[in-house]
């Protein structure tokens, strides 16, 4: 199922990035808005698959790496998320 994605975010690549970009920036923005800034480890763990994502989209990175960084990144912004929001 993942290859079939996959193959078709490979097909609509341009469309992909804009989404991704979209989402994966504003996304690790609030995260880091949210609380992050109090906790050098928590900015860390934040800023750095977000700043990996973006850098495979510029970089025109196979979407297979793409995809993954982004689904580890927006689980780990989400889980911050929800975190800075229940504390």
């Known amino acids: 199922m993942f290859d079939k994605l996959v193959k078709e975010m490979e097909f609509n690549r341009f469309g992909w990035i804009a989404i991704i970009l979209l989402v994966v920036g504003c996304l690790g923005g609030l ?40 689904i580890v990144t927006v689980g780990i912004d989400l889980l911050f998320f929800g975190y800075y929001l229940a504390a």
């Open 31 to 70: 995260t880091v808005g949210m609380g992050a800034l109090q906790s050098t480890f928590a900015l860390i763990v934040i800023l750095i698959p977000t700043m990996l994502t973006l850098s495979f989209l510029l970089s025109v990175a196979p979407m297979k790496w793409i995809a993954t960084s982004t």
